[in-house]
């Protein structure tokens, strides 16, 4: 029904072949294996390349290198490995499950995002891998976000929060999402609250070896997400935290980060009375061409609050908007 990797699922349904061996002879399988070290290194480094690569590459052009790497670890499977190697790859298939899952959302691919997190779920949950786990209820928790259901993304939110481990990266970005939630809600205190334990957590991290990996968190990222949460609250200090945000990544390799961060200053801009220089950042962000689908709301509302203001310029970003509108699903 869906396009999902024939390997997982099999896989994880069938029948193990070990049972009815002897004790000695599943200690030997135990020990045995066709998967060597190397093989196993290069397949988890591929997972944080890919990984790394979402920051800054068009979603459609990750598509093929995850269904590549997801088919070498599906056959790796089918070799013999210890329960260890299995485990590693299960966690790898894992990742990249999730990483599928969530450029779908970016392509507006419902049904390939919905099979492939139920498949990210099911590695995250035999290999007992709370990360993964949390990380799953994030990305539904951003997912419905976008959709408007604001209740049920902040109790997301807080589900990944309570299942992540407290020192990893997916326990920060969840505490983030529920503080973007917050601000759609209404609830000023609440964001402000849940901004202020995004900073302590933050605060004491180092910049992490890939800064640009989506599954490690980025201390750079917070005042990114301070401006739109800000934003989104319609706090009068949103205007300082984007523009602060824009400079940060302009000229950056972070080109999606950039847009979202132009579209940021924007809605903060008109919410400042300065809905020229709104139009234009807007139309900035709009014209990059690094709006995805699955963000482009963000560019919608931010048009629908200059064209609002009466001023001419909010034709020429309508046009703009209309030239670079994604095509529907």
Not at 127 to 146: F, G, K, M, P
Not at 214 to 222: E, G, Q, T, V
Not at 235 to 256: F, K
Not at 280 to 305: D, H, L
Request: overall charge neutral.
């Amino acid at each position: 029904m869906y396009d999902v990797d024939p390997y997982f699922g099999p896989l994880l349904r069938r029948p193990r072949q070990e049972r009815g061996l002897s004790v000695r002879a599943l200690a030997q399988l135990v020990d045995a294996t066709d998967v060597s070290a190397e093989v196993l290194s290069a397949v988890e480094l591929a997972v944080d390349d890919l990984a790394s690569a979402y920051a800054t590459s068009p979603p459609g052009e990750l598509l093929d290198p995850i269904r590549q790497q997801l088919a070498r670890i599906g056959r790796l499977l089918d070799a013999r490995a210890t329960l260890d190697q299995r485990r590693r790859l299960l966690v790898a298939g894992g990742w990249l499950s999730l990483l599928r899952a969530t450029v779908h959302i970016d392509l507006r691919h419902r049904a390939a995002a919905t099979a492939h997190l139920a498949i990210a779920e099911q590695l995250a949950q035999q290999t007992e891998h709370r990360e993964i786990q949390a990380w799953c209820l994030e990305t539904v928790a951003s997912d419905v976000l976008t959709a408007g259901d604001y209740r049920r993304a902040l109790n997301l939110s807080r589900q990944a929060q309570e299942v992540a481990p407290r020192d990893s990266s997916a326990y920060i970005q969840a505490t983030a999402q529920e503080g973007r939630a917050w601000a759609r809600i209404g609830d000023q205190r609440e964001t402000r609250r849940t901004l202020s334990r995004l900073s302590r957590l933050v605060s004491p991290l180092p910049v992490p070896d890939r800064p640009e990996h989506h599954y490690r968190y980025d201390p750079a990222k917070a005042l990114s997400y301070t401006a739109t949460t800000l934003a989104w609250a319609g706090e009068p200090a949103a205007e300082d935290y984007a523009r602060a945000a824009v400079a940060e990544l302009n000229g950056s390799a972070r080109p999606r980060r950039t847009a979202s961060a132009r579209l940021d200053l924007g809605l903060a801009l008109v919410a400042a009375g300065k809905p020229d220089e709104a139009s234009v950042t807007a139309q900035a962000a709009i014209t990059s061409g690094r709006v995805v689908a699955s963000n482009w709301w963000r560019a919608s509302e931010v048009v629908a609050s200059v064209e609002a203001t009466g001023i001419s310029e909010a034709r020429d970003l309508r046009d703009a908007y209309e030239a670079y509108r994604p095509l529907p699903e």
